[in-house]
């Protein structure tokens, strides 16, 4: 089994930059896709990003052009770079993990970290 933890999270200003990591450990992470989800208070889980084994990227809407998707596949780690912060991008960021990304995408990911926190502030 794979666990999940996310790290990053934080306070900024509209226009600012932060960015996410997510560390893997236990189980087997080798080939193992990779993504971001995030949910606001009140709002469904919505997704970010994903990206492959062999770095081929996916964005939602809302994020493509702003936010790069990243691995280091010797660190076993995810990153997620954050520019141009939004205050409709407030929301608690869930790294995942799966076997695919369309699995990431069809929002039927096999593991999950517990969520870190971005607060964009106007």
Do not use: H
Request: proline share 2%; glycine share 14%.
């Amino acid at each position: 089994q794979v666990q999940l933890v996310e790290s990053g999270g934080g306070l900024v200003q509209a226009g600012e930059s932060l960015r996410l990591s997510c560390a893997a450990s236990g189980g087997t992470a080798s080939g193992y896709a990779m993504g971001w989800f995030r949910q606001a208070p009140g709002k469904e889980r919505e997704f970010v990003a994903a990206i492959s084994w062999g770095g081929t990227t996916y964005y939602g809407d809302s994020v493509k052009g702003r936010f790069t998707i990243s691995r280091n596949n010797a660190k076993n780690t995810l990153y997620l770079q954050m520019n141009s912060l939004q205050p409709e991008d407030t929301a608690v960021y869930y790294c995942t993990a799966a076997t695919n990304t369309g699995r990431i995408r069809g929002t039927m990911s096999d593991y999950w970290g517990q969520g870190t926190q971005v607060t964009v502030s106007s």
